[in-house]
């Protein structure tokens, strides 16, 4: 099973920025997304399409239909600027599956 | 918030053996899967194998399978990656993680963020 992502995404400062993740009927599936920062180990931002944990501030949102899954962040801030992955489960396969990861940059 | 701190990464020569830990800590270690999951230098994460929270499933990517073994100790919080034969593709960052997931009555978010990772250089 193979999630696509955009290699890179550019929003300017304030904007809204929408990166999306694509998957053969991925609406059947919950889709988690994960951001890593240079240096950092990722950190999951949202999980079942559009649960937010605790601390993620409420710009991140997630959403899942059709074959895509979508994370958009409001009001973007530098401290956004990162890699985000995708990632699902495929009970088919029985194995987890990651996006190649999409750098977001803030311009 | 739970914590994840994973070690026993190092250089290690084609062909031989080295096994990682990941210790949990501030949360039921035995009531999560556990998984770990890999990230080569400069490249996106992939992942590696999941164990059950019982330790009685496993499941593997494809890439390792047949060479690395995952296993947990519930007793000492601790989850293990035992990598047998190590190539120098398997040269990477490992990170142990609960990841999000649902069984037929409940769904389980991550109760612990992912450590810091443990580096892996497969090299002669």
């Known amino acids: 099973y193979d999630l696509t992502q955009p290699p890179s995404v550019s929003v300017s400062p304030g904007q809204t920025a929408s990166i999306t993740c694509s998957g053969d009927k991925l609406e059947k599936k919950y889709v988690s997304w994960y951001q890593q920062k240079a240096g950092q180990s990722p950190v999951l931002v949202i999980y079942?399409?559009?649960g937010r944990p605790v601390g993620i501030p409420e710009r991140f949102s997630g959403s899942n239909s059709g074959n895509t899954a979508t994370l958009t962040i409001s009001g973007t801030q530098a401290m956004d600027e990162a890699d985000y992955y995708c990632?699902?489960?495929?009970?088919?396969?029985?194995?987890?599956?990651f996006g190649g990861g999409t750098k977001l940059t803030v311009l | 918030q739970g914590q994840l701190v994973e070690s026993g990464g190092g250089v290690v020569q084609p062909g031989r053996s080295l096994r990682l830990s990941c210790a949990a800590s501030g949360f039921t270690f035995s009531n999560y899967a556990m998984h770990w999951v890999r990230q080569a230098p400069g490249k996106g994460l992939e992942w590696v194998a999941v164990v059950s929270n019982d330790g009685s499933n496993k499941f593997y990517a494809d890439s390792v399978k047949g060479r690395f073994t995952v296993s947990r100790d519930n007793s000492k919080n601790t989850l293990f990656l035992h990598m047998n034969s190590p190539r120098p593709d398997d040269t990477a960052v490992y990170y142990c993680?609960?990841?999000?997931?649902?069984?037929?009555?409940?769904?389980?978010?991550?109760?612990?963020?992912w450590g810091q990772g443990t580096l892996v250089t497969v090299s002669s």
């Open positions: 990632q699902t489960w495929d009970t088919n396969s029985a194995s987890e599956v």
């Open positions: 993680a609960a990841l999000f997931y649902c069984n037929t009555s409940i769904c389980y978010v991550p109760p612990a963020d």
């Open positions: 079942q399409d559009s």
